[in-house]
């Protein structure tokens, strides 16, 4: 598999990340977990009552230096997928003939890259992937990001959960 966007993908183990409803993105799960050091269990911690491990019944330790720790969930990067190169597809917009007077615009493939030689898989931008259809290029080896993973207020990609064929 080749990534043919500029940038590095980051795969992020979606077990590691929560779906945030409100923007339809997954995103750091920002929430406290209690963790037994003894038994490697994790459960959510609910509030700052006595709480002990399902397991070895130890309780959890305000200090947090008993065997049962608060922790939060870092996203887990399980693949670092650098780019190999850059596919190209240009999108314009052209102005359409208005319909009912509310102005209309076309977006027209005015370029695309030839896909390279082999028989790889190739992680393309959205873009790419639009544009190569509308070109008529075979499309059984691209592939695109799958649900990105944001931060929290939505702004920042840090990765994404995988990767999918291209609609
Ligand atoms: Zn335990």
Redesign the pocket.
Same mark, same amino acid.
Request: hydrophobic share 40%; net charge neutral; charged share 0%.
């Given at each position: 598999m080749r990534n043919f966007t500029p940038h590095c993908i980051k795969i992020i183990d979606q077990n590691s990340v929560v779906f945030d409803p409100k923007i339809r993105k997954y995103v750091p799960d920002e929430r406290i977990w209690l963790y $037994?050091k003894? *038994?490697d269990?994790k459960w959510l911690w609910d509030s700052d009552d006595k709480q002990s $491990?399902p #397991? *070895?019944n #130890?309780c959890y330790a305000k200090n947090n230096t008993g #065997?049962?720790i608060l922790v939060s969930n870092e996203p887990i990067i399980i693949a670092s997928i650098p780019s190999n190169g850059m596919l190209s597809g240009k999108i314009e917009t052209v102005p359409g003939e208005p319909i009912d007077g509310v102005p209309v615009y076309v977006k027209k493939v005015v370029g695309c890259d030839p896909l390279p030689d082999g028989d790889d898989m190739l992680i393309v931008s959205a873009i790419y992937a639009v544009a190569a259809r509308q070109s008529g290029l075979p499309m059984d080896r691209l592939l695109v990001i799958a649900d990105p993973v944001v931060t929290p207020d939505g702004n920042q990609i840090l990765g994404c959960i995988g990767v999918g064929p291209a609609m």
């Open positions: $037994c003894s *038994c269990q $491990c #397991i *070895c #130890i #065997i049962v």
